[in-house]
């Protein structure tokens, strides 16, 4: 994603804000954080290396897809700028990052979305279970 710089009329700051596309590695690597943060019982709102804004907008798409409890905030202090602080997982967020959880997992169903020509949320989650569904069969043999 490449960051745009604007100025929000009346805010002395600048902010920068990213093209809308959603990342689905970046959906993962916040699910990961956030679990490991409810053991600590803290919340999130930003991820090292990654643009607020960045962060704030896949928030708010991942707590729309039911995937975590989230609270969404404005301020004129903030310039509006839309802010969010995740809180915990929901059920369908544990049950994504549990068949997503491994590396290779995560490889396998990237790469089926990829050839398959579908890439949405729901045909990455529905192969990632049945790729980890079909994993465990195999190691119980049955």
């Known amino acids: ?41 803290s919340s999130l709102r930003t991820l090292p290396g990654v643009d607020d804004a960045t962060v704030w907008y896949h928030l708010r798409i991942m707590k729309e897809a039911g995937l975590i409890e989230a609270a969404v905030s ?32 995560w490889n396998r169903v990237k790469q089926a979305g990829k050839d398959a020509g579908a890439f949405s949320f729901r045909t990455l989650r529905d192969t990632a279970i049945a790729l980890a569904t079909a994993a465990v069969k195999k190691k119980l043999k049955l």
Not at 22 to 38: G, H, I, N, S, T
Not at 75 to 102: C, I, M, N
Request: no cysteine; net charge neutral; glycine share 4%.
């Open 1 to 41: 994603m490449r960051p745009t710089s604007h100025i929000v009329p009346g805010h002395k700051q600048e902010y920068r804000s990213t093209a809308m596309k959603r990342d689905m590695d970046l959906v993962r690597k916040l699910l990961l954080a956030l679990e490991e943060r409810q053991a600590s019982e």
């Open 74 to 105: 404005t301020s004129k202090q903030a310039g509006y700028v839309p802010r969010v602080t995740a809180y915990w997982l929901t059920w369908d967020g544990h049950e994504f990052l549990d068949a997503t959880r491994e590396e290779s997992m």
